[in-house]
């Protein structure tokens, strides 16, 4: 369609609909997020079919992926119930939650690919690389600040539970929220595009970049359960499959390096963007006592 090139990618869209005598006929533009039908072109050879703002259907090169309709298609639900995290979030972390969700999208937009470590606050990170060319000093909080001043009052109650969170006008609001403040957080994904990892605390602040991580040939052996999130479909999330692989399998140093930073720092999670857009999230598994990663992880993130 030749007059999709003059809107705005991911905020406004081409209105299509059937007139009286059943042809297809455009009407106008509409704002995204629509609670409509939308197709979306969101790369070369990717389409991912919205039914309000959830993605159902991902068609990539002609392989079609079904969503199931549960949180198997909200990526850090879905790290979390791989990783077997055993507590319902609070509101604080599902704010937290969404505003990475939008910095990983934007670590993917640069297209330099990169890798960001998110670590609990009184983690001791340094103990787990291998140099640091620019640390914050003090930690940059800007990020975190924004999003604090949308609740100086206290954080609102979500819905929790699959189904409630469909239409919790909560979340709506807290994605617009974010959206106005998104400027923030494609500055700190930019610095992702610096060689090295981006490091940053569970509560969204900067504490270094263009760190260089250990690369122990010893630990090449470690046992990694991996989920595939590009397959045909994704199943429900009670009925997850994960294959097991050697670390030396998971993939190029980029990879394999940040996976590693987990088995020393295990309440960490790593996401590794490749310059094709594609991102892989390692962690550790709290029951099972072996690392995990989800390998496309980007395709729920659209």
Same mark, same amino acid.
């Given at each position: 369609?030749?007059?999709?090139?003059?809107?705005?990618?991911?905020? =406004?869209?081409?209105?299509?609909?059937?007139?009286?005598?059943?042809?297809?006929? !455009?009407?106008?533009?509409?704002?995204?997020?629509?609670?409509?039908?939308?197709?979306?072109?969101?790369?070369?050879?990717?389409?991912?079919?919205?039914?309000?703002?959830?993605?159902?259907?991902?068609?990539?090169?002609?392989?079609?992926?079904?969503?199931?309709?549960?949180?198997?298609?909200?990526?850090?639900?879905?790290?979390?119930?791989?990783?077997?995290?055993?507590?319902?979030?609070?509101?604080?972390?599902?704010?937290?939650?969404?505003?990475?969700?939008?910095?990983?999208?934007?670590?993917?937009?640069?297209?330099?690919?990169?890798?960001?470590?998110? !670590?609990?606050?009184?983690?001791?990170?340094?103990?787990?690389?291998?140099?640091?060319?620019?640390?914050?000093?003090?930690?940059?909080?800007?990020?975190?600040?924004?999003?604090?001043?949308?609740?100086?009052?206290?954080?609102?109650?979500?819905?929790?539970?699959?189904?409630?969170?469909?239409?919790? +006008?909560?979340?709506?609001?807290?994605?617009?929220?974010?959206?106005?403040?998104?400027?923030?957080?494609?500055?700190?994904?930019?610095?992702?595009?610096?060689?090295?990892?981006?490091? &940053?605390?569970?509560?969204?602040?900067?504490?270094?970049?263009? &760190?260089?991580?250990?690369?122990?040939?010893?630990?090449?052996?470690?046992?990694?359960?991996?989920?595939?999130?590009?397959?045909?479909?994704? +199943?429900?999330?009670?009925?997850?499959?994960?294959?097991? &692989?050697?670390?030396?399998?998971?993939?190029?140093?980029?990879?394999?390096?940040?996976?590693?930073?987990?088995?020393?720092?295990?309440?960490?999670?790593?996401?590794?963007?490749?310059?094709?857009?594609?991102?892989?999230?390692?962690?550790?598994r709290r029951k099972t006592k072996c690392?995990?990663?989800? =390998?496309?992880?980007?395709?729920?993130?659209?």
């Amino acid at each position: 369609m030749k007059i999709s090139p003059a809107l705005l990618a991911g905020h =406004r869209a081409v209105g299509v609909s059937h007139d009286s005598t059943g042809d297809m006929r !455009i009407w106008g533009v509409a704002n995204l997020p629509s609670n409509g039908f939308v197709l979306e072109a969101t790369d070369p050879g990717l389409i991912a079919v919205r039914v309000g703002e959830r993605v159902r259907v991902l068609i990539r090169q002609g392989r079609i992926t079904y969503l199931a309709n549960d949180n198997t298609d909200n990526l850090l639900f879905l790290v979390a119930k791989v990783a077997e995290y055993p507590a319902a979030p609070t509101a604080r972390f599902i704010v937290l939650i969404q505003t990475f969700e939008m910095l990983l999208r934007a670590m993917i937009r640069q297209g330099h690919g990169g890798t960001i470590l998110w !670590i609990p606050n009184d983690a001791p990170w340094r103990e787990g690389v291998k140099s640091v060319k620019y640390s914050c000093e003090p930690p940059y909080q800007e990020l975190m600040t924004q999003v604090s001043q949308f609740y100086q009052d206290g954080y609102p109650q979500f819905r929790q539970g699959e189904e409630g969170q469909r239409d919790d +006008p909560e979340r709506q609001e807290l994605r617009l929220n974010l959206l106005s403040i998104k400027s923030a957080i494609d500055a700190v994904g930019q610095l992702t595009a610096v060689d090295g990892a981006t490091i &940053v605390s569970e509560d969204l602040s900067v504490m270094a970049f263009g &760190v260089m991580l250990n690369a122990n040939s010893e630990e090449s052996d470690a046992r990694v359960s991996v989920l595939q999130a590009h397959g045909d479909s994704m +199943p429900h999330s009670s009925a997850l499959s994960l294959e097991t &692989v050697s670390l030396s399998e998971l993939g190029g140093a980029r990879h394999r390096s940040a996976a590693e930073f987990c088995l020393g720092s295990p309440r960490s999670l790593a996401f590794v963007a490749s310059q094709d857009g594609g991102l892989t999230v390692s962690g550790w598994r709290r029951k099972t006592k072996c690392l995990f990663a989800i =390998r496309g992880s980007e395709l729920l993130l659209l």
